[in-house]
């Protein structure tokens, strides 16, 4: 196995790095926490769930959410930074396998969104958010989360590697960024929504995940009706297959097609 062995290598490099520069996953951390804070005690007091519910019981586990894909934009930059700077060049030189190089991305990055819905989860418990369900049905809902984030990355991989070592990059990742993760039912539940923009945010692939997260933690989810309701689960499983289906060949290709 000695993919997974280079890739164990490669990920420890990429953790040392932060160790040695950590304000970049803090700043992001930070960031994604003051989103929470803003929510919950600024707009939380005037939004409302169809069925009712607690708002901070439905929005940390959509901020969570959220979260994974703010993974994208470091992910990209970092891989774009290693292109630029010739490093990806020096591993294409090296006896290792192409591979290895983006799973130790993946490996570090993932790492990260561990700690990050760690601390999400201690904010959330100590702003009275609570999750009522099993224990076992908790962890599936951290381990879709980290599935979001598995598929995200392999789409900040190719961005790396193509459009992102041109300038406007992080512009280009921030306008893909935002309007997916807004338009989605992070923050409002899609039934307050116009109807053809309720039906584009329940088609959302984050509105899966955060559904699917609220259902297993025991969270209101803010919909009483509709596929959404009854397939959260399956679709929060199908919808990052199908991203990793489509950009972890497409990374692969665009490692191979760069100029050493």
Do not use: C
């Not at 062995?5 to 040695?20: P, S």
């Not at 994974?68 to 090296?94: C, H």
């Not at 993932?110 to 100590?126: D, F, H, K, N, R």
């Not at 993760?181 to 923009?197: K, R, T, Y």
Request: zero cysteines.
């Amino acid at each position: 196995m000695s993919i997974v062995r280079e890739g164990l290598i490669l990920t420890r490099r990429d953790l040392a790095h932060w160790v040695r520069q950590p304000w970049t996953p803090i700043f992001g951390l930070l960031f994604t926490i003051m989103l929470l804070l803003m929510f919950a005690f600024i707009f939380g007091g005037s939004i409302r769930l169809p069925g009712g519910g607690d708002y901070i019981g439905f929005l940390l586990p959509g901020m969570m959410t959220l979260a994974m894909m703010f993974g994208l934009e470091t992910t990209m930059t970092s891989m774009a930074a290693d292109a630029k700077k010739g490093i990806t060049n020096r591993f294409r030189s090296m006896p290792i396998s192409d591979a290895s190089v983006s799973l130790g991305r993946v490996g570090a990055d993932m790492v990260s969104s561990m700690v990050e819905i760690a601390i999400l989860i201690i904010g959330g418990l100590l702003l009275g958010w609570r999750a009522t369900n099993s224990p076992l049905a908790g962890l599936l809902a951290v381990a879709l989360l980290l599935w979001l984030r598995f598929a995200v990355l392999w789409v900040g991989i190719f961005l790396g590697l193509t459009a992102g070592r041109h300038d406007g990059a992080t512009v280009l990742v921030q306008v893909l960024v935002w309007p997916v993760g807004f338009l989605s039912n992070v923050f409002v539940a899609p039934e307050f929504m116009p109807d053809w923009l309720g039906a584009v945010a329940a088609w959302n692939p984050i509105s899966a995940t955060a559904t699917a997260v609220r259902d297993l933690f025991g969270n209101p989810s803010g919909i009483t009706g509709g596929w959404l309701a009854d397939y959260g689960i399956v679709a929060a499983i199908a919808w990052p297959l199908a991203i990793t289906a489509v950009f972890m060949p497409l990374s692969a290709r665009a490692y191979r097609r760069l100029r050493k």
